[in-house]
C-alpha cells in the first residue's frame, strides 16, 4: 500500500474518525509478517456526532493533529490511509452470487466472477457498496463449503455479505480527508475492523457478536461459521450516558463526563449503599454530595435502553439461536462498571470484554479497546495485501503448487467492495 513516502517498506497506515476521537496508527510488518505499530497521534474529535460529520472544518482539523502526531512519531510523511466508517449511513444484507466455472478447476477468477454476481443487488442512487465478503461456497450443490479455490466443479455459487454506505456521509469524510492531504486507500466498516482483533477464531466460527461501544455509536458485527453474517450500527454510545449525567445531576458536560469514568457504574445494585462524591453543579456555590447509588440510577436505564436495541437487532439478523460464544464488548464505554452484567441479562448470552490483541511495538499508551477499530484497521491492510500476493500467487504458480486453505481464509476474510 503506497501510504508512506521515502520507504520500500510494507507500511500501512489506518485512520479511524470516531465521533469523540480521530485516531492515525502507522503499522510495520516485520520479518515474521507481525504488525508492529511505529507511529500513532490521537486527537480529540468536536465535528462528528454519532458517526457522521456535522462540521468539516472541526474533522478536518481534527484529523490534521492526528496526522501530524502520527507523521512525528513515526518519522514518515503520511498522503494516504484505510479509515473506517461507521454511522446510521451503514446498512448490510446477504446476497447470492453464481457463475459458471471456466476451466475444470475453480481458481480465483471463477470466485471473483461469482462476488460480482453476488454484489449485483439493487442499490439506492445514494447508497455506495463498501464490502462483498463470501460467507460460504456451494459447488455444483455442496453447500457448506468453506473455499472453493482448487476445488473441481461446473457451477460454483457464493453466498455473499455485502455492506453499503451512505454516498452523502461518504463524500463528506473525504472532504474533511482530503483538507488535511489525505487520499483514501480504502473505506472498512468500523465494526469489521474492531472485530479483526479483538475476536477469536473460535468465537467466529462457533457463532458471536462483536459489539464496539463508542461515544456515538455502537457497531455491530454477528460471525457465524468463521464468517461474517450481519453488521448494523445503533448510533447509540457513551456520550448519551454523559449527557443523561450531566442532564440528571444538572452538572457542565465536561465534569459529567468525568464523574461518569471515575463514579459511573451500570448496576445500582453493586454499588455501595453509603457511597457518595463532590461536585458542583450548575447555580451551586458550593459543593454537593451526590450519591453512587444515584448516580448508578441514571446510568442504568441508558445501558439497558442500549442492550435492548442490540437484542433487537440480533432479532432482526434471524441469528438469534446461533450465537453460542456470545457477545465480545469493546469500544470505549465497553469498561463501565456493570456493563457486562447489563449486557448479560438483558441478551441472556455469554459476555467478555475484549481489547485489541496481537499487535506490537508502540501499543503501551493505546492498550485500550477504545482503540480496537484503529488497530483494526491496521490488521485489514494487513490481510488485504496478502490477499493481493496470493492473488499473484495462484496466476504464478498455478493452484495446485498453492496453499489453498491460507488462500482461503483471505478469500473469506475480506473482499473489497
Ligand atoms: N473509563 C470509562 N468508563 C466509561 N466510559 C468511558 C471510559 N473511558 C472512556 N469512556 C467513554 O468512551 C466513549 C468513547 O469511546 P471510543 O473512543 O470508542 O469512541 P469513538 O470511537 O470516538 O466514537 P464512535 O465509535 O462512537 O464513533 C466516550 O463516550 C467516553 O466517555
Ligand atoms: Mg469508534
Known sequence: MASIIGTEDTIFVGLDVGTTKVTTLVGQLDAERNLRVIG?????????RKGGVISLE????????????????????????????SGSGIASQNSKGIAGVSGRVIGPDDVARALDAARAITVPYNRQILHVIPRGFIVDGQDGIRSALGMHGYRLEVEAHIVTANVTALRNLEKC??????????W?????????VVLTETEREMGVVMCDIGGGTTDLAIYIEGAVWHTAVIPVGGDHLTSDIAQGLHLPLETAEMVKRRHGQARPAAVDAGAAFAVRPFGQEQTVQVRMVDL????????????SLVRQEIKRSGY??????????????????GM?????DVLHLPVRSAQPEGVRGLV????????????????????????SLLEGKVRLLGLPKLDVRRAADYFRRLLPG
Open 40 to 48: 500513532a497521534g490521537v486527537a480529540a474529535a468536536t465535528g462528528m
Open 58 to 85: 472541526a474533522v478536518a482539523q481534527a484529523v490534521q493533529t492526528s496526522k501530524d502526531k502520527a507523521e512525528r512519531t513515526s518519522g514518515y510523511e503520511i498522503t494516504s490511509a484505510l479509515v473506517s466508517l
Open 177 to 186: 480527508l482530503e483538507a488535511a492531504g489525505l487520499d483514501v486507500d480504502g
Open 188 to 196: 472498512v466498516a468500523s465494526s469489521l475492523a474492531s472485530a479483526e
Open 296 to 307: 448508578a440510577a441514571i446510568v442504568e436505564p441508558r445501558v439497558e435502553e442500549l442492550f
Open 320 to 337: 438469534d439461536g446461533l450465537l453460542p460464544a456470545g457477545v465480545v464488548l469493546t469500544g470505549g464505554s465497553s469498561p463501565l462498571p
Open 340 to 344: 457486562r452484567d447489563v449486557a448479560a
Open 364 to 387: 503501551d499508551q493505546l492498550r485500550s479497546p477504545a482503540f480496537a477499530t484503529a488497530f483494526g484497521l491496521l490488521e485489514w491492510g494487513k490481510l488485504q495485501e496478502e490477499q
